[in-house]
């Protein structure tokens, strides 16, 4: 899924934005809940957010019996815009 990927690039760019590199998702799922949950940048519910889309892309990417649904992918897409808008607040605070 497209949007899983926007998801994970942007949350790299967060980690990267603490000197935090990562190669693995579920590190950096760990890392995101650390370094931005815990502190209060995130609500926890992106935590399990960035889960559920890294779970889809697994599905989407890995398993051929897998079909995504329309109400599914647009859920993902009004996550993913929220999700990058918030990623941009952070980095590009005004």
């Given at each position: 899924?497209?949007?899983?990927?926007?998801?994970?690039?942007?949350?790299?760019?967060?980690?990267?934005?603490?000197?935090?590199?990562?190669?693995s998702h579920k590190r950096l799922i760990?890392l995101f809940s650390q370094h931005f949950?815990?502190?209060?940048?995130?609500?926890?519910?992106?935590?399990?957010?960035?889960?559920?889309?890294?779970?889809?892309?697994?599905?989407?990417?890995?398993?051929?019996?897998?079909?995504?649904?329309?109400?599914?992918?647009?859920?993902?897409?009004?996550?993913?815009?929220?999700?990058l808008s918030e990623v941009d607040r952070?980095?590009?605070?005004?």
């Amino acid at each position: 899924m497209v949007n899983s990927y926007s998801i994970y690039y942007a949350t790299q760019a967060l980690l990267l934005s603490q000197d935090l590199d990562v190669s693995s998702h579920k590190r950096l799922i760990r890392l995101f809940s650390q370094h931005f949950v815990k502190t209060g940048q995130f609500s926890p519910e992106w935590s399990n957010n960035l889960k559920a889309a890294y779970e889809l892309r697994q599905l989407s990417d890995y398993d051929s019996d897998f079909t995504s649904t329309l109400a599914e992918a647009e859920m993902m897409l009004g996550k993913a815009k929220i999700f990058l808008s918030e990623v941009d607040r952070i980095l590009n605070p005004q």
